[in-house]
T-cell receptor, first 114, second 113 residues
Framework: NAGVTQTPKFRILKIGQSMTLQCTQDMNHNYMYWYRQDPGMGLKLIYYSVGAGITDKGEVPNGYNVSRSTTEDFPLRLELAAPSQTSVYFC?????????????FGDGTRLSIL | AQTVTQSQPEMSVQEAETVTLSCTYDTSESDYYLFWYKQPPSRQMILVIRQEAYKQQNATENRFSVNFQKAAKSFSLKISDSQLGDAAMYFCAYGNRDDKIIFGKGTRLHILP
């Protein structure tokens, strides 16, 4: 079972470039989440979605955009990359009921902005 | 706003011994969830155990158990019979009915052979 798949696994960007981090899940989960993990820190919620067409801000949404056109996909967009966005990004999903169900995490994307 | 505090950045335990990781949280909500996640060097986030605030009984999963003290806003994780594979970062997390989750900074657990 694939579960939650994130691409790419690693990426280096220059300041001001843009990119999209891809996340797809094959479990038909309604809820999807994007987190960032800075060195020595826990995960911080960037955006989340409770279903196709619905997104909402988390704790640290500035500098990011998301969309949820299908149940399976939840891409995260960085429009103008800044050094402060250097981090490891995790996508997660859960079934109906959000946090009443276990979250399934992808393997993460390590992003460096130089 | 809710906060999660893990006061132990690192801990060590001898293999086969028992270790307890501390977590405190702050919230004004009455209905919420608490989690412990394990992050090994592979970077995968693995759910270890989950507690629903309305349940008084402490959750257990094999060698992992929690001590949930709702009034004290404390949620510690006990690992019994520690194994080398338990070495990882452990994150305490709080989730509310809006389905937002807040993580602590983590405790790095070392298992000494």
């Amino acid at each position: 079972n694939a579960g939650v798949t994130q691409t790419p696994k690693f990426r280096i960007l220059k300041i001001g470039q843009s990119m999209t981090l891809q996340c797809t899940q094959d479990m038909n989960h309604n809820y999807m989440y994007w987190y960032r993990q800075d060195p020595g820190m826990g995960l911080k919620l960037i955006y989340y979605s409770v279903g196709a067409g619905i997104t909402d801000k988390g704790e640290v949404p500035n500098g990011y955009n998301v969309s949820r056109s299908t149940t399976e996909d939840f891409p995260l967009r960085l429009e103008l990359a800044a050094p402060s966005q250097t981090s490891v990004y995790f996508c997660a999903s859960s079934d109906r009921g959000g946090l009443r169900q276990p979250q399934h995490f992808g393997d993460g994307t390590r992003l460096s902005i130089l | 706003a809710q906060t999660v505090t893990q006061s132990q950045p690192e801990m060590s335990v001898q293999e086969a011994e028992t270790v307890t990781l501390s977590c405190t949280y702050d919230t004004s909500e009455s209905d919420y969830y608490l989690f412990w996640y394990k992050q090994p060097p592979s970077r995968q986030m693995i759910l270890v155990i989950r507690q629903e605030a309305y349940k008084q009984q402490n959750a257990t999963e094999n060698r992992f158990s929690v001590n949930f003290q709702k009034a004290a806003k404390s949620f510690s994780l006990k690992i019994s019979d520690s194994q080398l594979g338990d070495a990882a970062m452990y994150f305490c997390a709080y989730g509310n009915r809006d389905d937002k989750i807040i993580f602590g900074k983590g405790t790095r657990l070392h298992i000494l052979p």
